[in-house]
């Protein structure tokens, strides 16, 4: 497939409508679902979220990859160097906090804690500062017709050359086995794994794996 990827920065209402229900589309609308009950009349404003967040001016960046006569069939969201998702109240009021006030007060409680959580693993698996300083891949989707066709490779290449330019590296978070032998196979290496605890009302915890490709290196090749 000859698959092109470019970074949108002022996409139209239904431009953003469509990369919102394709990402949703591409979790099955189960992006975290567990974190807001389940309920997935949540997905689309969690997706909203987190893209809107990247388009806030000089903090993130929407990069979209497409096929001729297809249209967008890939979102990525990334935070480069010195920015990071959720990092700024631009970026909290651009839907993360309405997201917030429409869950129960058990998942908004759940979410703070996992946030602090998270960081905290990302931190011990990277070294201290190492995630603030490279790109990351905050979230990516890929219409699921679309998805094992190389659209994401596409989309991680892309943002790998960006960062290859600035010579810093690119992290990434991801749960499950199976996402864990994806990013492997393109090249991304186990910087650390953890437990976190687990949304309500479940108990215990679930293992999320940390990432890093070092596109800094000189020998780094797309």
Known sequence: MSITVRE????????????IKLVAEAFHYDFFGAGMGNDKAMQEPMVRSHIQA??????????????????????????GPGQKFLQTDAQRDAGWNQLMAM??????DWWAKFLEEYDALVEKSLGPGVKLGS????????????????????????????????RVPIVLETVG?????????MKFEVGGSGPLTAPPPAQGSFEMFVFIKHTE?????A
């Open 8 to 19: 949108v920065t002022e996409p139209s209402e239904a431009d953003l409508d469509k990369y």
């Open 54 to 79: 990247a388009l806030v001016p000089g903090e993130g960046e929407l990069h979209v990859a497409e096929l001729p006569g297809v249209g967008v069939v890939g979102v990525a969201t990334w935070f």
């Open 103 to 108: 869950l129960p007060v058990q998942y908004r």
């Open 135 to 166: 790109y990351h891949l905050q979230m990516i989707g890929v219409a699921p017709e679309c998805q094992r066709k190389g659209v994401a490779t596409a989309l991680t290449k892309y943002a790998g050359a960006k960062a290859h330019a600035k």
């Open 177 to 185: 086995s199976t996402n864990v032998t994806i990013y492997k196979a």
């Open 217 to 221: 290196s000189d020998l780094y090749e």
